[in-house]
């Protein structure tokens, strides 16, 4: 299935936001929700295959994951709702199968995570 990249920043429908740990490099969650993508403004679930491959447009059931700020990654701004950091499914993360490819289409995957500190690049 075609994933290009600008899922990992689609629509993600969250609730709440929390502040940072003030004492602790790791990554922590600041919002939570169901994720989903917008081809052609159409609204479309995100789901996982046998394979945990991620899909959009098929059926499933729909992914619960929550978006973690990794402070070790530049350009968070907590005070703006801005965040960098990676998408976790359960305690896995969602993972950019060709993260160097130049061009599209990007495939993506849910796989154990690197690292609570410091993401690889396939996870942000």
Excluded: W
Aim: aromatic share 10%; hydrophobic share 35%.
């Amino acid at each position: 299935m075609k994933f290009t990249l600008a899922l990992t920043a689609a629509a993600f429908f969250g609730l709440g936001a929390r502040a940072a740990p003030t004492d602790s490099q790791a990554c922590y969650t600041v919002h939570t929700g169901y994720f989903a993508v917008h081809p052609n403004s159409q609204n479309k679930g995100v789901t996982l295959t046998q394979h945990n491959q991620v899909v959009y447009g098929k059926p499933g059931t729909p992914l619960y994951v929550k978006f973690q700020a990794c402070p070790t990654l530049l350009g968070n701004y907590p005070d703006e709702d801005i965040h960098k950091g990676r998408i976790l499914v359960g305690s896995d993360c969602l993972k950019i199968d060709n993260p160097t490819s130049a061009t599209e289409p990007y495939f993506a995957s849910v796989a154990p995570c690197s690292s609570n500190i410091t993401p690889s690049t396939a996870e942000y």
